[in-house]
Nanobody, 128 residues
Framework: QVQLVEVGGGLVQAGGSLRLSCASG????????MGWFRQAPGKERQFVAA????????FYVESVKGRFTISRDNAKNTVYLQMDSLKPEDTAVYYC?????????????????????WGQGTQVTVSP
């Protein structure tokens, strides 16, 4: 069982930055492809970014390209989402998710149904 915990959410003004972290206490996240999703009130859960097990491959939804960066530190068993130039439309609950075990260099899952484990989410609010 993989238990994921996200931290780092909060309230920030438009143009500001936040860094989200996702960690697992026991499971080795290096065995998994990892993703970030978000869900705004009244909207469906949306894919944001994904990274393969080693960090060599990443993929982003178009709306965050150039502003968000997904990365991982397998030695620290942690995945990050650096969010810069935040906009009010980025306001949502952000979830990290794990898929696998998966050791493919090309595994950057983009659909929520591909993921096996989910965190509880962390709120990100961007004020105008």
């Amino acid at each position: 069982q993989v238990q994921l915990v996200e931290v780092g959410g909060g309230l920030v003004q438009a143009g500001g930055s936040l860094r989200l972290s996702c960690a697992s206490g026991r499971a080795a996240l290096s065995n998994y492809a990892m993703g970030w999703f978000r869900q705004a009130p009244g909207k469906e859960r949306q894919f944001v970014a994904a990274v393969n097990w080693s960090g060599s491959s990443t993929f982003y939804v178009e709306s965050v390209k150039g502003r968000f960066t997904i990365s991982r530190d397998n030695a620290k068993n942690t995945v990050y989402l650096q969010m810069d130039s935040l906009k009010p439309e980025d306001t949502a609950v952000y979830y990290c998710a794990a898929e696998g075990p998966n050791y493919s260099d090309y595994a950057v899952p983009k659909n929520h149904y591909e993921y096996d484990y989910w965190g509880q989410g962390t709120q990100v609010t961007v004020s105008p």
